[in-house]
């Protein structure tokens, strides 16, 4: 019997209460049943009580299991400047700890690929919450990984990119929506064609291969 058969992965969530099979937006780190990422977010890198020096200590724990997420965001008021260089200290900080990197990027691709490209990471990155489907080709080849979430409940013209994705390259998330994790399964498996069993299968592998630092129990 496959026992990930039963479960759901969460790639990304703010649930401070979701289990085990999720990655929480840095939350509760006292709590050495989850799993988390460790980052400042783009919106608050000018105000943020947290530093990366404090980032930095609270990836290297057991339960870390992802920098960030981290990235850049043009809807902000925050200084871009300081956004760059807070998503290039997380770069640096995964490269070193050799863990994936959850990315945040509106309206700013073109510099999130410049950064990428100068930089040359090799630590996998997870393009979250994604909801540009014309940008799907581009990040598709810079071999990203990519995570969908209630977008594709709202946005039928995300459809037809979520097919483009190979399905190594797939995660699904539930970010800080609020909307359970099975719901945007079973909206993949509309979109897709795809059976649930087989879906989560899938999800689980890509899960697992992505966040390496995951295990049961």
Same mark, same amino acid.
């Given at each position: 019997?496959?026992?990930?058969?039963?479960?759901?992965?969460?790639?990304?969530?703010?649930?401070?209460?979701?289990?085990?099979?999720?990655?929480?937006?840095?939350?509760?780190?006292?709590?050495?049943?989850?799993?988390?990422?460790?980052?400042?977010?783009?919106?608050?890198?000018?105000?943020?009580?947290?530093?990366?020096?404090?980032?930095?200590?609270?990836?290297?724990?057991?339960?870390?299991?992802?920098?960030?997420?981290?990235?850049?965001?043009?809807?902000?008021?925050?200084?871009?400047?300081?956004?760059?260089?807070?998503?290039?200290?997380?770069?640096? /900080?995964?490269?070193?700890?050799?863990?994936?990197?959850?990315?945040?990027?509106?309206?700013?691709?073109?510099?999130?690929?410049?950064?990428?490209?100068?930089?040359?990471?090799?630590?996998?990155?997870?393009?979250?919450?994604?909801?540009?489907?014309?940008?799907?080709?581009?990040?598709?080849?810079?071999?990203?990984?990519?995570?969908?979430?209630?977008?594709?409940?709202?946005?039928?013209?995300?459809?037809?990119?979520?097919?483009?994705?190979?399905?190594?390259?797939?995660?699904?998330?539930?970010?800080?929506?609020?909307?359970?994790?099975?719901?945007?399964?079973?909206?993949?498996?509309?979109?897709?064609?795809?059976? /649930?069993?087989?879906?989560?299968?899938?999800?689980?592998?890509?899960?697992?291969?992505?966040?390496?630092?995951?295990?049961?129990?």
């Amino acid at each position: 019997m496959n026992i990930f058969a039963a479960m759901y992965f969460d790639a990304h969530t703010h649930n401070l209460n979701a289990g085990r099979n999720s990655v929480i937006q840095f939350g509760d780190f006292s709590n050495a049943e989850r799993f988390y990422s460790a980052g400042i977010h783009p919106w608050h890198t000018s105000d943020s009580e947290v530093s990366i020096e404090q980032i930095q200590s609270l990836a290297t724990m057991t339960n870390c299991a992802a920098i960030g997420e981290t990235g850049l965001d043009k809807n902000t008021k925050n200084d871009f400047a300081l956004q760059v260089k807070s998503f290039e200290a997380h770069i640096a /900080l995964s490269e070193e700890l050799e863990l994936p990197l959850i990315m945040h990027c509106v309206k700013a691709w073109p510099e999130v690929l410049e950064i990428r490209k100068r930089l040359k990471p090799r630590q996998k990155w997870v393009f979250h919450g994604f909801a540009k489907y014309a940008l799907i080709e581009d990040v598709l080849k810079e071999d990203i990984t990519i995570s969908f979430g209630k977008a594709i409940l709202q946005e039928p013209l995300l459809f037809e990119a979520f097919r483009k994705v190979p399905h190594d390259k797939l995660l699904l998330e539930t970010d800080n929506s609020g909307i359970a994790i099975e719901s945007i399964y079973q909206k993949a498996t509309e979109i897709t064609g795809i059976e /649930l069993e087989e879906l989560k299968h899938l999800i689980a592998n890509n899960f697992k291969q992505t966040f390496t630092k995951w295990h049961i129990g």
